[in-house]
């Protein structure tokens, strides 16, 4: 589960699905509208095509 004080990523942040593969990579599209939720989701849409809704405890971003 996130930190709750840890924002939610940026639209465009890059990220990885590390239940797929750290070579498998994303690209945040859209948060879920209820930011209240204990683990929020996120849209990614992938870099081998597609999108789907992610938990964000899921994913591994990009640190800039």
């Given at each position: 589960?996130?930190?709750?004080?840890?924002?939610?990523?940026?639209?465009?942040?890059?990220?990885?699905?590390?239940?797929?593969?750290?070579?498998?990579?994303?690209?945040?599209?859209?948060?879920?509208?209820?930011?209240?939720?204990?683990?929020?989701?996120?849209?990614?849409?992938?870099?081998?095509?597609?999108?789907?809704?992610w938990?964000?405890?899921?994913?591994?971003?990009?640190?800039?």
């Open positions: 589960m996130p930190d709750p004080t840890t924002p939610l990523p940026a639209i465009g942040a890059r990220c990885w699905r590390d239940q797929i593969s750290p070579e498998t990579g994303a690209t945040v599209i859209n948060l879920a509208a209820d930011s209240s939720d204990a683990d929020p989701m996120v849209e990614l849409t992938y870099v081998e095509g597609g999108s789907g809704w938990p964000l405890s899921t994913l591994v971003f990009e640190q800039s």
